[in-house]
């Protein structure tokens, strides 16, 4: 008897407390139609919209690989999250730590308003980021927070540790964001969402597979944009600069903007030239052969597997097939 009455006691003492948490953390009973995670976190409404979240391993990571196609969701009212899981603090050759990590946030907001997303960087070291158990949480959390529909990261065999470990710990949260019991704390996805690799070159042990590829012609000026916001990286050389390569004047940073935009719209064109013959069977012959600038994805194989006609719904600017 005794015992039951502790029990019952612990119960209720365990539920007030829980109802106080939830009163503090929020100042008002919790909204059924925007949940929010325990530890106060809001959960992204299901307003009809398409959630997309991107992990990059470093703040230009997302902006380089599906800055395009982040415009193009975002113009459509889709909701499109970049996440630079570390904070980029060695990526100067002449600042770092705090200063830099700081500043490189404040280029990849000013990024994110160029194309209409939201953009997270966590307070990881550059060039420290380990696949681990506690990283393992935060990726799926943020997943879960995000209520993904697509979520997309670097290939786990990648010439940069960064890059690759940012891969692994999407492929370990890929099954966990619908685990209950793993993070408890933040509501699991109801729905698997597609897991998605960003373009690459390298070879070995499998070469990128363009599963997707989406012509951003139409948003390339926009993209480039974007990308001259990163000035840290591309305008002062990032982490490889030198003194020599910095612009001294006015008309020498106006160079080195060019350079960026040419640079990148090379690049662009060759992802849409590689994947030439995946862009004329989701296009048709005519447009697939003439789109000038592209970005490409691979499907993961775990999480779901969508078909022709649900990647159609989750790239909603790819032609409807006739
Ligand atoms: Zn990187």
Same mark, same amino acid.
């Given at each position: ?64 690989? !599906? ?8 113009? *459509? ?11 980029? #603090? ?59 529909? +697509? ?59 363009? #599963? ?13 944009? !974007?990308?001259?916001? *990163? ?27 060019? %350079?960026? %935009? ?8 060759? +992802?849409? #030239?590689?994947?030439?013959?995946? *862009? ?10 003439? +789109? ?31």
């Amino acid at each position: 008897m005794r015992r039951w009455h502790l029990f019952s006691l612990g119960v209720v003492v365990g539920l007030l407390v829980a109802a106080g948490f939830g009163f503090a953390r929020s100042g008002a009973p919790a909204d059924a139609d925007q949940p929010a995670t325990f530890a106060g976190v809001p959960v992204r409404p299901d307003d009809g919209k398409l959630g997309v979240i991107e992990f990059g391993a470093h703040p230009d990571d997302c902006e380089i690989r !599906a800055g395009g196609v982040a415009a193009l969701w975002s113009e *459509l009212g889709h909701h499109v999250k970049f996440v630079s899981v570390t904070n980029g #603090d060695i990526g100067h050759w002449a600042i770092a730590g705090g200063p830099l990590a700081i500043r490189r946030n404040a280029e990849v907001q000013a990024a994110a308003e160029v194309l209409g997303v939201t953009s997270e960087v966590l307070d990881i070291h550059d060039g420290e980021l380990m696949p681990t158990l506690e990283n393992r949480k935060i990726i799926t959390r943020l997943i879960r927070q995000w209520n993904a529909d +697509v979520v997309i990261a670097h290939r786990p065999n990648d010439y940069h540790p960064d890059h690759r470990y940012t891969g692994v710990l999407m492929q370990d949260s890929a099954y966990m964001v619908g685990v209950p019991f793993l993070c408890p704390d933040t509501p699991p996805l109801k729905k698997s969402p597609v897991f998605l690799y960003s373009y690459d070159r390298f070879q070995t042990p499998t070469p990128f597979r363009p #599963d997707v590829v989406v012509s951003i012609d139409g948003v390339i000026e926009q993209k480039l944009d !974007a990308l001259a916001t *990163l000035e840290s990286q591309f305008i002062e050389g990032g982490a490889m600069g030198s003194a020599a390569r910095m612009p001294r004047n006015a008309a020498e940073r106006e160079q080195a903007h060019q %350079r960026l %935009r040419d640079s990148f719209k090379r690049r662009c064109a060759n +992802v849409a #030239d590689r994947c030439r013959d995946k *862009l004329i069977e989701l296009y048709g012959e005519e447009k697939g052969k003439n +789109v000038r600038f592209a970005e490409a994805f691979e499907i993961c194989e775990y999480g779901r597997q969508p078909n022709a006609e649900e990647l159609r719904q989750l790239f909603p600017f790819l032609p409807k097939k006739d």
